[in-house]
């Protein structure tokens, strides 16, 4: 079965920080070239926030300078550095992954894998 959990969520300051992971279990190799982490909070649509494929990393502009996105392949594991959080950071984040790279990747529809989330708050 195809699964993706994450981690690492919870409760933080404004400043401070978290590291989300991501196991991505019975995914196939090709169809984790290009893994995302997403976010929702109530009402909104879900908002890409960072991706990364063959050695590269994107991310949406309200997070650049303050996250990075990381993978370990050999591990099957995706992980997001959050530092500097903000308010505005609060969401449910949720990991994702597709075949191919990562053009596009802000497109939530294209990706046919996702987590159940792990929240984070901060406050």
């Known amino acids: 079965d195809v699964q993706l959990v994450e981690s690492g969520g919870g409760s933080v300051k404004p400043g401070g920080s978290l590291r989300l992971s991501c196991e991505a279990s019975?995914?196939?190799?090709?169809?984790?070239?290009?893994m995302a982490w997403f976010r929702q909070v109530p009402g909104k649509e879900r908002e890409g926030v960072a991706a990364?494929?063959?050695?590269?990393?994107y991310y949406v502009d309200s997070v650049k300078g303050r996250f990075t996105i990381s993978r370990d392949n050999a591990k099957n594991m995706l992980y997001l550095q959050m530092n500097s959080v903000r308010t505005g950071d609060t969401a449910m984040y949720y990991c994702?992954?597709?075949?191919?790279?990562?053009?596009?990747?802000?497109?939530?529809?294209?990706?046919?894998?996702w987590g159940q989330g792990t929240q984070v708050t901060v406050s």
């Open positions: 994702t992954a597709r075949r191919g790279g990562c053009i596009g990747w802000e497109r939530r529809t294209m990706y046919p894998y």
């Open positions: 019975g995914v196939p190799r090709a169809s984790r070239d290009c």
């Open positions: 990364t494929d063959f050695g590269s990393g």
